[in-house]
């Protein structure tokens, strides 16, 4: 009996022109390819074309009610997908590119695939900052919907590697631009009601949306998925995670913090900047440690603390 061929794994190309222009081949094509952001890395595919989208959604192994991000190369594309206010142009202005995602009323005639928003009237949308990423969107002319590149609920990727890992097979084309600066998935703000509704917190914190806006910031949920990063398990790795653990419990692979070692700190300073930057990687290491859990030191949760945090308990809750 032939034993069956094993998966293809893609082709990962560093980042340059030659491989821009594949990436952008591959995505007038119809396929989604794996390229860095400043947050983590994404699979990106022609928000346009329905049988587009539906290829990210079958290589990640995607539920289609959680709805995805579309990335565009500036405010004045954006306007023509979804509906602006005021208050949805100041947080533009002071925050695009970077990591800021803002769901917003989308245009009938933006032209956005209905598998995008997962049937909601509204739209996720982030101008990004990364240069690999804002090349591709120059390149190919599209929107590009751009979920993390890893099989739905698993830990997101800041590495080429992470990506070719966890969707070796499903995908033929990675842009390797090196490690990711952030390390945590964009902010998501909806608004309504003169309230900012946090509905993933991350790089872009909610004091520095007060103080962009003068408005109060709410995470009070719906109770419904209106954006990605809202399923209650979601970074998981493998192996169990306990948090807030100050000392490692038998064969626990231990994350560190500030005065914490653990087997791999994510800031021996107490950086949240810098730990946020680490978190992603430092899980997929624990994951590979051959021991049998992981332990995590506890992280204050003010500031970016919070998006770290999130992480770590949707990470560690109940699949």
Do not use: C
């Amino acid at each position: 009996m032939t034993a069956p061929n094993p998966p293809k794994r893609p082709i990962v190309r560093p980042y340059g022109t030659a491989a821009i222009d594949a990436a952008a081949a591959h995505i007038r094509a119809g396929d989604p390819v794996a390229i860095p952001t400043e947050t983590v890395y994404g699979l990106a595919a022609d928000a346009t074309r329905g049988e587009s989208v539906a290829a990210i959604y079958a290589a990640k192994g995607r539920p289609a009610f959680n709805p995805l991000i579309v990335h565009v190369l500036d405010l004045a594309t954006a306007e023509r997908i979804a509906v602006f206010d005021p208050v949805a142009r100041l947080l533009a202005t002071t925050f695009w590119p970077g990591p800021l995602t803002l769901v917003l009323p989308t245009r009938g005639d933006g032209g956005i695939a209905a598998l995008v928003t997962a049937g909601l009237p509204t739209i996720a949308l982030r101008v990004p900052a990364h240069r690999a990423m804002r090349a591709l969107l120059a390149a190919t002319g599209l929107p590009l919907a751009a979920p993390s590149a890893n099989a739905s609920g698993g830990i997101s990727p800041t590495r080429a590697a992470h990506v070719a890992r966890s969707l070796g097979g499903r995908i033929p084309f990675v842009v390797d631009d090196g490690p990711t600066a952030l390390g945590l998935e964009s902010t998501i703000v909806a608004f309504g009601n003169g309230v900012l509704r946090l509905l993933r917190p991350g790089p872009i914190t909610a004091a520095m949306l007060r103080d962009a806006t003068g408005l109060a910031v709410t995470d009070t949920a719906t109770g419904t998925i209106e954006a990605p990063g809202q399923l209650a398990s979601h970074y998981a790795p493998r192996l169990p995670i306990r948090l807030n653990a100050t000392t490692a419990g038998p064969d626990e692979w231990h994350i560190g913090f500030g005065v914490v070692a653990g087997d791999r700190s994510l800031s021996l300073r107490g950086d949240p900047i810098e730990a946020a930057a680490a978190l992603f990687d430092a899980l997929h290491v624990a994951d590979a440690s051959g021991r049998t859990a992981i332990a995590v030191a506890p992280i204050p949760a003010d500031g970016l603390g919070a998006a770290i945090n999130d992480r770590l308990a949707r990470a560690a809750a109940p699949r």
